[in-house]
């Protein structure tokens, strides 16, 4: 194992590492910008190295002043937990090149499954199916047209090297294609430095169903069952639970089948997630594969009882895969909801301020992944995931009232500030979710409908 290891992250991942690694008996440097100088990594860790100011262009997307802290403080690996530099593969090789272990899969993997277009081409190789659409990025406007044209609409325009519910447009008819694409073009240049994009068939009321996966650097992998990621603002997740409800036990086992020899067949290694979309009918298609931890990771932890930072640090230390698929046991359900401090009345618009109050749910079988205290100064510059909570119960029924009791008991006050909390509250009370029929369209429906009233709830 590792002697020492740099964490090139922030917010409540840089927390979830830096604990496992304490754990492990891993020795923790952290990196951090001028905002997070007084964060919580910061107090805990070993050593911390301030690497430049708020921007995250300069500090935690500076990969030279990253591994120049790795080097100073004599780390031996990177952790880049998610976001930020977690899936670039020109970061991963410029750790190999200075003697560092990037805590993720090869660079070579990881460039070809950031382009998500490439991807798609490996998985039809490998034989997962493929929503109806373009393999290859579309150069012009009149090729995402014609591909449109033959595969019906809507459409959704994505970015090759899109990543993070960044760089897509649904396209409903043949008039608003031209402008979606220039638009979408624009933004992935913008985002990603890259302006290909591509043109699949837009699948409405689909379900969001990933798979996570395990793999070690000898041919070894496992699947740990799937995840529900369908309620989504903006392409973005706000609840996850393990296992995916609503689907027959074998759909299940054959995403998470066809999911392992996918990423087997391009030699993935480390914690990975792969992600289907999941018709009406059961039918379900490729997205991506994710190349770090996931946000939604405890959900899985807690069906599993198996701690995938830790194993993370395993494989990449060149250990052999200490779980074979027999040995996977998936106990009860966990579902995950994530408090962002944001306005959802206002089209969930980070509200930034300082805490007055924060105080975080108790009780059995109830997690909070947070780095948020009272007095806590939440910036402007960052994503704004606050916490995670997570809950686990022996069945969905129990789950839901423990996470909505959990929710509850949460005390979050500050001036000007709104968290996703009350929404939340909204979506655990939808009769479509709570009977694991709700689709990728739920938060949509649910920002067009009327607010309930609730006089039981203060928040």
């Not at 100064?377 to 969905?396: I, Q």
């Not at 009977?435 to 739920?442: P, V, Y």
Request: aromatic share 6%; hydrophobic share 40%; proline share 7%.
């Amino acid at each position: 194992m590792f002697p020492k290891v740099l964490i090139a992250n922030r917010g409540e991942i840089a927390l979830r590492v830096l604990r496992a690694c304490r754990e492990l008996g891993i020795r923790t440097a952290v990196v951090y910008s001028t905002a997070d100088a007084d964060s919580a990594a910061v107090r805990l860790a070993d050593e911390a190295v301030r690497i430049g100011p708020s921007a995250s262009r300069r500090s935690y997307l500076n990969a030279a002043a990253i591994v120049e802290a790795a080097r100073k403080v004599g780390a031996q690996a990177v952790h880049p937990g998610y976001g930020f530099l977690s899936e670039d593969a020109d970061f991963a090789e410029i750790c190999a090149d200075n003697g560092l272990t990037f805590v993720g899969p090869p660079p070579h993997v990881m460039s070809v499954l950031a382009d998500k277009s490439a991807a798609r081409a490996l998985m039809s190789r490998a034989g997962l199916p493929l929503a109806p659409g373009a393999v290859q990025p579309t150069p012009t406007a009149a090729d995402a047209a014609a591909v449109a044209a033959e595969v019906g609409y809507p459409v959704i325009i994505k970015a090759a090297a899109g990543g993070g519910g960044r760089g897509m447009t649904v396209v409903h008819a043949p008039a608003e294609l031209p402008r979606a694409y220039a638009r979408t073009r624009a933004a992935a240049q913008a985002a990603f430095g890259d302006d290909r994009v591509y043109v699949e068939r837009y699948l409405t009321d689909a379900r969001h169903v990933e798979v996570q996966l395990l793999c070690d650097s000898h041919g070894n992998g496992v699947h740990l069952g799937t995840r529900d990621c369908s309620v989504q603002r903006r392409h973005q997740k706000l609840v996850e639970e393990a296992p995916a409800p609503g689907l027959s036990p074998a759909t299940l086992d054959s995403i998470a089948r066809i999911a392992l020899h996918g990423a087997l067949d391009v030699g993935f290694t480390g914690v990975g997630t792969v992600e289907f979309l999941v018709d009406a009918e059961e039918r379900f298609h490729f997205l991506e594969i994710n190349c770090r931890i996931q946000v939604e990771h405890p959900v899985t932890e807690m069906i599993t009882g198996i701690d995938l930072v830790h194993e993370q640090f395993h494989v990449a230390a060149g250990t052999p895969l200490r779980w074979r698929q027999q040995d996977i046991r998936l106990t009860g359900v966990a579902i995950e909801c994530r408090v962002n401090v944001e306005d959802p009345d206002s089209g969930f618009a980070p509200t930034p301020g300082r805490l007055d109050r924060f105080v975080p749910p108790g009780g059995p079988f109830t997690r909070v992944d947070t780095h948020g205290h009272a007095g806590y100064l939440v910036g402007p510059y960052y994503d704004s995931l606050l916490a995670k909570v997570a809950v686990w119960a022996p069945d969905r029924d129990l789950a839901l009232s423990r996470l909505e009791r959990a929710l509850g008991e949460f005390d979050i006050s500050g001036p000007g500030v709104s968290t996703t909390i009350p929404f939340v509250r909204r979506v655990l009370d939808d009769a479509d979710f709570r009977k694991g029929r709700h689709s990728t369209g739920l938060v949509d429906r649910l920002i067009a409908a009327p607010i309930p009233a609730h006089p039981r709830r203060k928040r």
